[in-house]
């Protein structure tokens, strides 16, 4: 094993297979891809990359996994049959996945998103989970290592099918969870990781606590295995789910923030347009996964390579406002949770702003999704049956968060003074919040 050091988790250690997997150039490519995309503009420390955050992820889950192991024998071994054998081979395929799942990211991550191409089997925009899928295609020899070979079996198929969800049994999507839920490696990394780099407090929970409450039990209802967490772990999980929200209001949807994502996206937009086009690939939006050239062309978009672009005064009009850094500037904003007035004022504004208006910023539509389904909490086993309540349930804190629907409205530098004028001029409250 090779440790390597990290800043959140004190070393982490790597065996050859996983050693030989970092060495490959997609892999290395995530050191040129930021985690937090123009967030520097803001907080000048958020430079880190994919590249320690998927080492942390990996980590994570190896924790997470044996912490569940060790607590939940009985139910892996006697209601999911596993054996010894069985669950090595599964650490083994979520350390690799855990590796793995943010290798589709386009350049500053997920700001590339708003240019992914449309899937012609599924109507809706490609996101980086499918080009990090399709990339273990191209990564083949190394997935077929020999310590593989010699332990584990695990296919690209397995890899792929495991980043993409479609898992074959409960006992796979039981383990994709550590990797995709409310409660997963990726949000438990990001969130130490992002506040330390940044400088804030607010992501940081009690990680130990967390991960020592971590269990596997049997959902009542569909009799499916489920991750949840002891009861003892909840105040844990309330402070997880409070620095999320934390997080996502004052750094992840913070005002300049957001301003760069969206000239980012235009000037991107921009650079695209130049670009020779594979045939069948859509003009203005990155290439698609869905062929080995088109793969390829993607995988050569990294934050270099657009920083190198804006600096020969490439991009447009926004690649120049990046520049000199005249972002757009937020001149209205509605509550962070609007009423039907709120939404009524905003629509206002913007038909008095009229062509004034450079963007309209909804946090809906952010990359940040704040609760999609709640995290289950073990209370106690009667006669074999075991009672889970959703955390909401139990906590009033968390049943008191509401998501953020916040809609911002931005003006150029130029039109920034009369847009204020006009708001102003606007019966009623003004500015806004």
Known sequence: MKPIRDPIHGFIELNEWEQDIINHPLFQRLRRIRQLAWTDMVYPGALHTRFEHSLGVMHVATRMFKNVRLGSEDILKNDLNYTDGGLDRVLALIRISCLLHDIGHGPFSHAAEELMPISENTGKPYDHESYSAEAVTLMEDIINHRTNERNYGI?????????????????????????????????????????????????????????????????????????????????????????RYMMFTQVYFHKTRRAYDFHFSEAMRSLLDEEPYLKGQMKGRFPAPNNIASLKAYFQWT???????????????????????????????????????????????????????????????????????????????????????????????????????????????????????????????????
């Open 155 to 243: 296919t690209t198929q397995d890899i792929k099918e495991f980043l993409n969800g479609e898992v074959p049994d409960e006992g796979s999507l039981l383990w994709r969870r550590l990797l995709s839920s409310q409660l997963d490696a990726d949000r438990v990394d990001y969130l130490l990781r992002d506040s330390h780099h940044i400088g804030v407090a607010y992501g940081r929970y009690d990680l130990d606590r967390l991960v020592s409450t971590l269990t596997v039990a049997i959902d009542p209802e569909t009799d499916a295995p489920v991750l949840a967490i002891e009861e003892g772990g909840l105040h844990a999980a309330e402070g997880f789910i409070l620095a």
């Open 303 to 433: 934050d270099w390579r657009v920083l190198g672009l804006l600096e020969q005064g490439k991009g447009g009009y926004h690649g120049e406002i990046i520049r000199r850094r005249k972002h757009f500037k937020k001149v209205y904003a509605t509550k962070e949770v609007p009423d039907k007035d709120d939404l009524e004022r905003a629509e206002e504004v913007c038909q008095h702003l009229g062509d004034k208006v450079g963007f309209v910023d909804r946090a809906e539509q952010s990359w940040y999704k704040f609760l999609d389904k709640d995290i289950p909490v073990l209370q106690g086993t009667k006669n074999t049956r075991q009672f889970l309540t959703p955390l909401s349930k139990l906590s009033s804190v968390v049943n008191g968060l509401k998501s953020v629907n916040q809609i911002r409205i931005y003006v150029s530098e130029e039109n920034r003074k009369e847009a204020e004028k006009i708001i102003e001029a606007l019966p009623g409250r003004g500015k806004g919040a």
